[in-house]
C-alpha cells in the first residue's frame, strides 16, 4: 500500500504535521509526504505545455511526484486554513496538478486511470468557516481520480493543540483504518 500526503504547513512541529503523523503510524505501508513550504516544487507557470503533453514542462521534484500519483493507492491533502483556504504554498504546488486537468477536458485522456482513496486533514488556530478549503481540496483529489473517504477538521488549535484532542486523533486513526481496507 503506497500514500501520497501533500503537506501545507511550513511547521514541522506543528497541528497539520501531528496529524499527519498520527495518521502515518496507524496507515502503515510506504508514505511520501511532499512538504509545499520545504521540497522546492515552483508553481505552474500556465506555459500551456500539458494542454498537448503529458507531465509538465517545468522540470524539478514533481516529476517524481507524478509518478508517485499513478502508482499510488491513497493521497491525502493536509493543511492549516489561512483566510478559509488551504495554504497558498500548498495551493502553489497542487497548481502543477494542471496536466490531469488537461489531460481530461483538453487532451481527452484519463488522467489517472488507477482509481485512489483520499482523505482531507485541516486544521485551524482560530474558528472560521472550513468550506472553501475542503470544496478545494476535494476538487484537486477528484483531478487525480481519487474518491475522498472523509474529512478530519479541527479548530481552535492555538488554545488546544492537537495532540491534546483525543477526539480529533481517533477520528485520523479511523481515516487510516478506513483508507487501509480500500
Not at 57 to 69: L, T, V
Not at 118 to 123: D, H, K, N, R, S
Request: glycine residues 8%; positive net charge; proline residues 4%.
Amino acid at each position: 500500500m503506497k500514500t501520497l500526503i501533500f503537506n501545507g504547513s511550513p511547521r514541522k512541529k506543528g497541528d497539520t504535521m501531528e496529524m499527519i503523523n498520527t495518521l502515518k503510524e496507524e496507515l502503515g505501508g510506504e508514505i511520501r509526504v511532499v512538504n509545499a513550504y520545504h521540497d522546492g516544487i515552483r508553481p505552474c507557470i500556465d506555459c500551456r505545455w500539458c494542454f498537448k503533453n503529458k507531465g509538465c514542462a517545468i522540470k524539478d521534484g514533481m516529476q517524481e511526484i507524478f509518478s508517485y500519483i499513478e502508482e499510488c493507492d491513497h493521497i491525502v491533502m493536509a493543511s492549516p486554513i489561512y483566510f478559509g483556504e488551504i495554504s497558498g504554498m500548498l495551493l502553489a504546488v497542487l497548481s502543477r496538478l494542471q496536466t490531469y486537468f488537461s489531460a481530461r477536458y483538453l487532451r481527452k485522456e484519463e488522467p489517472v486511470p488507477k482509481k485512489k482513496t483520499g482523505g482531507i486533514l485541516l486544521a485551524a488556530g482560530s474558528f472560521g468557516p472550513r468550506e472553501k478549503a475542503e470544496s478545494t481540496a476535494r476538487m484537486l483529489l477528484e483531478q487525480l481520480s481519487c474518491e475522498s473517504a472523509a474529512t478530519v477538521y479541527v479548530d481552535g488549535t492555538d488554545k488546544k493543540p492537537v495532540k491534546e484532542r483525543g477526539d480529533v486523533l481517533e477520528e485520523i486513526r479511523m481515516l487510516a483504518r478506513t483508507l487501509k481496507k480500500d
